[in-house]
């Protein structure tokens, strides 16, 4: 009698935790996988025994939460009890899904960063809108003041960053941070960079502006890194510029053969703080 008492009240408890109403997710949106990755998330005597899937994502269609289309979003995948209908081992980078995240970190050193995600088949779906931000194109396409900038010398490649339209009074609010660097083999562990620097250039003739980048070696941090860590094919970020949001000129970089370009759009809140005088 006393085990079937236990079985009773165990089922119970099963039945409660089914019942149980699910934390809704507070993030819901749809983009493109750019990278993913395994990471170590275990700290002091857990350290190199937890790991967990990192997901980056550039967002296309926002349909819960205060996050915005064009920016690239780290989305952790594989926390607590949490079952992704994808499983992290079966998505695809450079493909598109849908996604929900239960949380943002409170104080992430990345600043933006999602947990508790899942990643849904988007095949039933309409078609999401495409970003607002494109990828830096090499070469680039017919922009009407294109012909204006010089093809890419020899060692070096051109890519060309069209923005979309903004009116004058709403380009204030913008800015672009353009990104040099490499795609290599890292050891899923240690940060990696790389040195170097991306220069402002006029040109001449025109009164347009020019970014050249050159590309030191790369360096990382010294974290050991546990036996059978698998290694982790990623862009290492190299130099970078904060630049203003002009869509009338297209933003043409020329970086080292091999190197990439990135970047990423900022924008402002409307409202301005009041300041305190002291």
Do not use: C
């Amino acid at each position: 009698m006393k085990y079937i008492t236990i079985i009773a009240m165990a089922l119970a408890m099963g039945v409660q935790a089914q019942n149980a109403k699910k934390p809704e997710p507070k993030f819901e949106f749809i983009g493109k996988v750019t990278e993913k990755k395994r990471i170590n998330v275990g700290r002091g005597a857990a350290f190199g025994k937890i790991f967990r899937e990192q997901l980056r994502i550039e967002i296309q269609k926002v349909t819960k939460g205060d996050l915005k289309p064009g920016v690239v979003v780290p989305l952790e995948i594989g926390q607590r009890r949490i079952v992704s209908p994808v499983p992290a081992k079966d998505v695809k980078v450079g493909q598109v899904y849908r996604f929900d995240a239960l949380y943002k970190h409170p104080a992430h050193a990345e600043g933006l960063y999602l947990l508790d995600g899942r990643v849904h088949k988007v095949a039933d779906e309409a078609p999401a809108k495409p970003a607002p931000a494109k990828p830096a194109a090499q070469a680039g396409g017919g922009h009407k003041y294109l012909k204006a900038f010089p093809q890419a010398a020899e060692g070096m490649t051109r890519f060309v960053i069209e923005l979309p339209h903004k009116t004058r009074a709403e380009e204030g609010a913008f800015k672009v941070e353009l990104v040099v660097g490499k795609v290599m083999d890292t050891d899923g562990v240690n940060r990696m960079f790389m040195g170097g620097k991306l220069e402002a250039k006029p040109l001449k003739g025109w009164g347009f502006t020019y970014y050249e980048a050159q590309l030191g070696p790369a360096a990382s941090t010294l974290i050991g890194v546990p036996p059978g860590t698998p290694p982790v094919h990623k862009f290492v970020q190299g130099p970078s510029q904060l630049i203003r949001y002009n869509s009338r000129i297209p933003i043409v970089v020329y970086v080292p053969k091999g190197a990439e370009v990135r970047y990423r759009i900022w924008s402002a809140t409307p409202e301005t703080k009041k300041a305190a005088k002291n």
